[in-house]
C-alpha cells in the first residue's frame, strides 16, 4: 500500500500550495472547481427535493450529442453556441423521458434510463466519428480538464463561464425563490395561485443544462451527478429550512473543493475526483452525527430513552417489592 | 499540476484512441469489412461476438426483474460502484487477475446496494437521491483509486477499457465469467420464477407465504453485480444500465406476461449485442458499447411506435378507425332522424342529399364522402339518379341501435342521477357511440324497459327484438 | 335563484363532467351555493369529491361544463379562493417549517419576483395565533401531531385570506379537541361572510357541522341547506343506486378519451 500511498508532508501539502509562488495556481484551480461545485449543488437542491435527482444524473449524460452537435456546427467548444446546444439536448432529453412516461406503459425511471444511455451513446459514437473534426475527446466527457485553468495565461474563459454561471444561479434562485418552493412543495398550491409549476419544471431543467455542461469541462460528465447530488444531501440531513440548506450546500462546495484539493496534490490524482470523495466524506460525517437526524444523536437518545425506561422497571418493582414485604 | 494533467490523458485517451477494436482486425471497405465478420475467421471476433450476445442475453434477463419492479436505475448505480472495488481488486495481486477483479467489484456492488438502502432507513432521503450519492460517490473513489495505480507498474491496460468498454479487449476468460454468469442467472432465475414473480409483484405478500423476498432481492443484486462487472468490459462503466434496461423495457411493450417478457428480453438483448458488435466492426476505431445501445435503442424505438397494443402507431390508428366510424354512425343517426321526422318509414324512406346537407351542418363535398363512405361499408344504398340515400338493413339496425343508445342514457342520466334533461344531451353525443352489448341490456334492465326518453320521443326498439323488419 | 334580485353565487357549477382525470369520473354536476355557507361535500369513498374540488379549482381539464367564482371565471378571481390540501399530498420532510408554510398562503396576493415582507409576517403570525400554533412557528413540519400539521395548513389557508376555500378532508387523522376547534374557526369563518367548501366523510357529524351540502357520488344527487337534504332517503341515494353501469360507462368512455387524447397530443 505504501507504493501507492505517498508519505504525507504538512508542508509540501498544506502550506506550500497557499506560498506566494503557487498561490496563482491554487485559487485559480479552487476557484473553478468552487463555481463548478456550488452551482451544481445548488441546482441539486432543487432536483432532490422535486425527486428528480436521476434526471440529473441523465441530463449530465444526455448534453453530449448537443454539445457535439453545435461544437461541429459553429467550430468551438466553448461560448454561447455550446450552452445552446446543451439546452437543447437538455430540453430534448426532458421531453422524450416525458413522452415515453405518457404514452407507453414504461415508468419514469426506465424512461430515464433508455433516454440518457441512447442519447449518451449518440454522442460516443459522434465524438468518435468526427474527432478529426473536433477539438473535443473522450477524456474531456470523462474526467474534464479542471487543470487547464491553472496553465491559461491571464483570466482563463472557462472560469469567467464557471463564475457567472454560479452568479446566475444564486441569482435566480433569488427572485424565483417563492415559485421554486412553492411549485416543489405543494404543486396543487402553486398551481391554484396562478404559479406556472410547468414552466418552472423547464425553466429548472434548462438551468441544469446550462449547469451541467458548464461543469462538464472541467469535470467530465459522471462526476457532475455526484456534484450535483452530495452537497445538497449533506445539507438537507443538517437543516429544516430551505435557505439554510442553500448556503449550507455552498459551504459544502466549497469545504469539499479545499480538502479535495489538498487530498489530491497528496495522492497525485485526479482532482475533481479526490474532491468528490472529499464530499463523500463529509456526507458521511453528516449522515454519521447530524444533530437532528445523526446516526450516533438517535441512537444515544435511543439508548437513554431505554436506559430511563430500565431504571423506572427497576424502581417499580423495588417499590412494589418494599410494600409487599411491609 | 502538469502531471496531473498528463495522468488525466492518459488515463482516458487510450479507449478511444488505441485500445484493440473489433474493427482493427482488417482494413478495407465496409463491405470487406462485412464479409470478413460474418466469416468469423478471427477469433478476436468470435469472442466478441460471443461475449456481447451472451451479455444481451443474461442483461435481458436481470433487465426484466429491474424493471417491473420499477428499479431501473438500480443497474447505473452498481455499475458506478464496482468501479472502486475493480481498482481495490487490481491493488491485491498488482495484476489484473479477472477473478480478483471480479471479487472485488461484485463486493462493491453490494455495498453500494446496501449503502442505498441504508440510507433510505435511515435517513429522509428518498431513493433517487441516495442512488445518486452511490453512484458519483463510490464512482469518484474508485476514479481516484484508479489514479493511483495509473503510477504503479505493471500490466493494467485492462483497468482503462472499463470506462467506455471494448468488446474486442475481451479475452477468453472474459468470456469464460461471461458464460458463467449467464449461466447461473438462467439456472437461479429459471428454478426460481414463480418465487421471483411473487417477490417483484408484491413482496409483503411473498413474505407472508414464506419466500424471503429480502434475501431474494440480494440474491438479485448480487446476480445484478455479478452480470454488470461481466459487462463493463465490452460495454463500458455508462452504457451498462442501458444493456439492462432497454432490452426489457422493449419487451415491456410487447406482452403482459413475466415469462414472456423475460423471453422477449433476453432475445432482444441478443440481437442487440450482435448487431453492436457487428456494426463497430465496420470501420476502424469505433467502440463497440455504444453501437450496441444505439442498436438496442433502435429496436425500443421500433417497439414504442409499432408494438400491437401499446404502439403509438396502432393507437393512433385504432383513434382514427374511431373517429371514422363516430362520423359513419353520426351520419346514420341523421338519415334516422330525418325519416324520422318525416315519419316515413325507415326501411323504404329515402333521404335528400341537400336534407343531410342542412341536418348535418356540414358542406355538400363532405356529405358526399359521408355518404360514400356509408355505401364502402354497406350501410346505405348507392344514392339514386336525384341523389337520394336509402339505408341497407345493416345501416338501419345499426341508425336505430346509436339512438335507441343515445336515448337510453339520457333516459338513464335523467332518471337515475337527477341530471336536468336539458344537459343530457352531450353526454349522450358521446356515449351512444361506445356503450358496448352487456352496458344497454343492463340500462335497460335498471330503466324497467322504456319505450320513451326525457324529451318524450320514441326509443327504438333493437332490430332483433321488433322482428328484423325496421319500426 | 334568479340573476337580477340576488348577488352572484359563490360559487356556481354548471353542468361540470370531468373524464379525463383518473377515476373517478363526474358527470353532469350542477349546482350553486349562496355566499357566506359551510358547505359539506358528502359521498361513499371513490364517489370524486376530491375530483369535484379540484376541477372548481380549475386544476384538472374539463370534458364539459364551466364554474364560476363571484359571477366571474375563476382564473380572473384566483385570489379570491383559498385551498387546504389532503394530508397524503404533502411530503412533511420538505425542509420547511411552520412560518414557512403559512407565508406561502400570502405568495398569490405578492408580484412577481417580490418577497413576502414584514406585513405578510404579521398576517402569517396572526392566522398562527387563531390556530393556536404560534408557539410552534419554528418547527419543521413533520415534528408536528396530525392535529397540528392540519392546523398549520388551516392558518395558511387563512393567510390567504380568500372569500371561497376548498378544504380536502380538513379533520382526517385529527383528534377531537382539534376537531372542535377546527370547525369552530370554521363557522367563524362562514360568519364573516365567507363561503367555505368542506370534504367530510364523517356522516354522524354532519348536521352539526354544515348548513349546506352537497351530495355526491359520481354525479349530483342533491345540494341544499342540510335541513332539506340531509334526509335518510337522500343519504340511500347517495350511498347505494344504480352506479355499476355509471362505473362501467366511464371505465368505456375514459378508454376512449385516452385515445382521443393520443391524437391530440
Known sequence: ?326 | MAGLLLLGMLMAFPTLAQAARIGEVSEGNVLDRAIRFFSFRDPTVRIAVAGCVLLGLCCGLLGTFIVVRQFALVGDMLAHAVLPGIALGYLWTLSKQPLHLFLGAVGAGIIGAIVVSLIRQTTRLKRDTALGIVLGGFYGFGILLITLIQKLPGDKSGLKSFLFGSAAALSETDLGLIAVVSLVSLLILGLLFPQFRIASFDPTFATSVGIPSQAMHYLLMLLLAWAVVSALQAVGVVLVSALLVIPAATAYLLTDRLHRMAGLSMLFGMIAGAAGAFLSALQTGLPTGPFVVLSASALFVGAFLFAPNHGVVPRWSRQRHQSRKIRRENTLKAIFHLLENEGSDVAEGKVSHQALVDQRRRSPLLVDGEIAALVRHGLAESPDEQGRVTLTEAGRARAMEIVRNHRLWELFLTNAANIAPDHVHDDAEKIEHILGEDIVRELERSLDQPTEDPHGRVIPLAMEESGGSGI | MSETSQPSPALEVHDLTVAYHKKPVLWGVDFEIPAGKLVGIIGPNGAGKSTLIKAAMGLLPLSSGWVEAFGRPLKEVRDRVGYVPQREEIDWDFPVNVMDVVLMGRYGKLGWLKRPGKADREIARACLEKVRMLPFADRQIANLSGGQQQRVFLARALAQESDLYFMDEPFAGVDAATEDAIIALLRELCSQGKTLFVVHHDLASVPDYFDWLVLLNLRLVASGPTSEVFTPEMLAKTYGGQLTVMTEVAEVLRRNEALAREESH
Open chain 1, 1 to 326: 500500500m505504501s507504493e501507492i500511498i505517498p508519505p504525507f508532508h504538512w508542508h509540501l501539502f498544506l502550506t506550500e500550495p497557499w506560498s506566494a509562488w503557487y498561490l496563482d495556481t491554487t485559487l485559480r484551480v479552487i476557484a473553478m472547481a468552487f463555481c463548478v461545485s456550488a452551482s451544481c449543488g445548488l441546482v441539486g437542491v432543487y432536483l432532490i427535493l422535486r425527486r428528480l435527482a436521476l434526471v440529473g444524473d441523465a441530463i449530465s449524460h444526455s448534453v453530449l450529442p448537443g454539445i457535439v452537435l453545435a461544437a461541429l456546427v459553429a467550430h468551438t467548444l466553448t461560448g454561447p453556441a455550446i450552452i445552446i446546444g446543451a439546452i437543447v439536448a437538455g430540453f430534448v432529453t426532458t421531453v422524450l423521458i416525458e413522452s415515453i412516461d405518457h404514452h407507453s406503459r414504461v415508468k419514469t425511471d426506465a424512461a430515464i434510463g433508455i433516454v440518457f444511455s441512447a442519447l449518451f451513446a449518440l454522442g460516443v459514437v459522434m465524438v468518435t466519428m468526427f474527432a478529426g473534426d473536433l477539438h473535443i475527446d473522450a477524456d474531456c466527457v470523462l474526467f474534464g480538464n479542471l487543470a487547464e485553468v491553472a496553465t491559461q495565461p491571464g483570466m482563463p474563459p472557462a472560469l469567467i463561464q464557471a463564475g457567472s454561471v454560479l452568479l446566475a444561479t444564486i441569482l435566480l434562485i433569488g427572485f424565483f425563490f417563492k415559485d421554486l418552493l412553492v411549485s416543489a412543495f405543494d404543486p396543487t398550491l402553486a398551481r391554484s395561485l396562478g404559479i406556472r409549476a410547468r414552466w418552472i419544471h423547464y425553466g429548472l431543467m434548462a438551468w441544469l443544462s446550462v449547469t451541467v455542461v458548464s461543469a462538464f469541462e472541467a469535470v467530465g460528465s459522471i462526476i457532475v451527478v455526484a456534484m450535483l447530488i452530495i452537497p445538497g444531501a449533506t445539507a438537507l440531513l443538517l437543516t429544516d429550512r430551505l435557505w439554510k440548506a442553500l448556503v449550507l450546500t455552498v459551504i459544502h462546495a466549497a469545504a469539499s473543493t479545499v480538502i479535495g484539493y489538498h487530498v489530491g496534490l497528496w495522492l497525485d490524482s485526479n482532482l475533481p475526483a479526490a474532491m468528490v470523495v472529499a464530499g463523500l466524506g463529509l456526507f458521511v460525517i453528516a449522515w454519521l452525527f447530524s444533530p437532528s437526524q445523526g446516526l450516533l444523536p438517535r441512537a444515544i437518545g435511543r439508548q437513554r430513552l431505554r436506559d430511563r425506561l430500565e431504571r423506572e422497571k427497576v424502581e417499580a418493582r423495588e417499590t412494589t417489592e418494599k410494600a409487599e414485604s411491609r
